[in-house]
């Protein structure tokens, strides 16, 4: 996906849209005989509440998303039913990884901000040309 080798390093979680994490947490868990640290996310830059499921044999995780007001960008998605939302890849560099993804014809949907849930790492948002929504997490601390 990313222009240069070594942008791109790995998937590192998907992301699925929920009602109410603590709702679903634990069906989640069960269903992948996952782990869950019980630890929720409240990022106010994304609007959103957010939680990562372990599971076994992988490093990819499991990322549980609500919206967290009336306002948030993931609301209209959850209201034709929410589910899968979109792929997360670790990336070196933010701005260099989104710009690939425009040169193969994709669209930027946010410019790289900083994301609680990561620690303050910039998280960026495209959708490919085959109209896959990418979130693209920086390895680096801001």
Request: charged fraction near 20%.
């Amino acid at each position: 996906m990313a222009g240069k080798e070594g942008d791109l390093l790995r998937l590192h979680h998907v992301g699925y849209v929920v009602a109410d994490i603590a709702e679903i947490v634990t069906s989640f868990v069960k269903s992948v005989n996952g782990f869950w640290s019980g630890v929720i996310f409240h990022d106010p830059i994304q609007k959103v509440k957010v939680t990562f499921i372990d599971t076994p044999g992988t490093t990819v995780q499991i990322e549980l998303v609500a919206p967290a007001d009336e306002v948030s960008p993931v609301r209209t998605f959850l209201s034709s039913g929410g589910g899968l939302h979109h792929l997360c890849y670790e990336v070196t560099n933010c701005e260099r990884a989104l710009g690939a993804i425009r040169d193969k014809k994709g669209m930027i949907v946010r410019r790289p901000k900083p994301a609680v849930a990561f620690g303050g790492r910039k998280i960026a948002w495209a959708i490919t040309a085959e109209k896959l929504l990418i979130e693209l997490l920086e390895v680096g601390i801001v």
